[in-house]
């Protein structure tokens, strides 16, 4: 499975932000991931309209790291 990880912040307060998980069971690579994601981002930010989406990655279930 690929992830899709994005950081988002607060548009009135950028110092407050969170990370969030969008997951694709039909998508296999992380370049499908990368491809996929533009569109999935602007969704999400519109979804989420306080938000601005900071930074972003594509990541695996091997490589997804989990936090201690």
């Not at 999935?40 to 990655?57: A, D, G, I, M």
Request: proline share 7%.
């Amino acid at each position: 499975m690929i992830h899709l990880v994005l950081v988002a912040c607060l548009y009135n307060a950028p110092d407050s932000c969170v990370e969030r998980t969008l997951s694709y069971l039909d998508v296999t690579s992380p370049t499908a991931c990368v491809m996929r994601a533009q569109p999935e981002l602007v969704n999400w930010e519109k979804s989420n309209p306080t938000y601005f989406v900071k930074r972003w990655h594509c990541d695996t279930d091997r490589t997804r790291r989990i936090p201690t």
